[in-house]
């Protein structure tokens, strides 16, 4: 069965940096023919991408993060990091992180065609002084 | 980058209802949209990959449509489950996310 948990501190003080984790089971973040994604969503608000990586450890960062946000894995801890730094209280939200199936062309993961098709349960973060 | 709205933000709908919900692109992106249902409080679920392509496990009730910018997800004989919100998503490059179509009574 494949699950996807999200864990990190709940609180934080604007500028602050926290770290966000994603923990799997049922598959390996080896595995080319998968990605992990991390998803926010304010309090009322729609989905926002932020970021997924490969099994290569290749990225893919969506547009308003300008670089204050950092994806990272241990494949050995089946984790996926998200780093956030410098906070601010626009960063509250609960955030999710999901499976992507992906493609291989010449054994490189890329996107194909396909939705985050599992989900963990997500996780609150409130930014706030 | 690629944008994403949809059509209605909201609507009103019954039990037995047929409900269309229309998602656009701001360029041509072929068939790469997904389709998400999310309850209240809860994680979004995967309905609909690309475009048309029903996610295992999904009822038939559910179906999807389009190509290039304008797409649609379609639900025959709204059930009481489907209250929810509808989400499409661009499903390459920045998988960006529509706003948001809330389904209720």
């Known amino acids: 069965q494949v699950t996807l948990k999200e864990s990190g501190p709940a609180l934080a003080k604007p500028s602050e940096t926290l770290t966000l984790t994603c923990t799997v089971s049922?598959?390996?973040?080896?595995?080319?023919?998968?990605?992990v994604a991390w998803i926010r969503q304010p309090p009322g608000k729609a989905l926002e991408f932020l970021s997924l990586?490969?099994?290569?450890?290749?990225?893919v960062y969506g547009t308003p993060l300008k670089s204050r946000f950092i994806i990272s894995k241990d494949t050995s801890k089946s984790q996926v990091f998200l780093t956030m730094t410098d906070v601010v209280p626009a960063d509250t939200a609960t955030y999710f992180c999901?499976?992507?199936?992906?493609?291989?062309?010449?054994?490189?993961?890329?996107?194909?065609?396909?939705?985050?098709?599992?989900w963990g349960l997500g996780t609150t973060v409130t930014v706030s002084s | 980058d690629i944008q994403m709205t949809q059509s209605p933000s909201s609507l009103s709908a019954s039990v037995g209802d047929r409900v269309t919900i229309t998602c656009r692109a701001s360029?041509?992106?072929?068939?790469?949209v997904n389709w998400y249902q999310q309850q209240p409080g809860e994680s979004p679920k995967l309905l609909i990959y690309?475009?048309?392509n029903l996610q295992s496990g999904v009822p038939s009730r559910f179906s999807g449509s389009g190509s290039g910018t304008l797409f649609t997800l379609t639900i025959n004989s709204l059930q009481p489950e489907d209250f929810a919100t509808y989400f499409c998503?661009?499903?390459?490059?920045?998988?960006?996310f529509g706003p948001g179509s809330k389904v209720d009574v």
């Open positions: 998503q661009h499903s390459s490059g920045r998988l960006t």
């Open positions: 999901a499976r992507i199936p992906v493609i291989t062309i010449f054994d490189v993961p890329k996107l194909g065609n396909n939705g985050l098709d599992v």
């Open positions: 690309a475009a048309s």
């Open positions: 990586i490969f099994s290569n450890d290749g990225t």
């Open positions: 049922g598959f390996s973040l080896s595995n080319r023919r998968v990605a």
């Open positions: 360029q041509a992106i072929s068939t790469y």
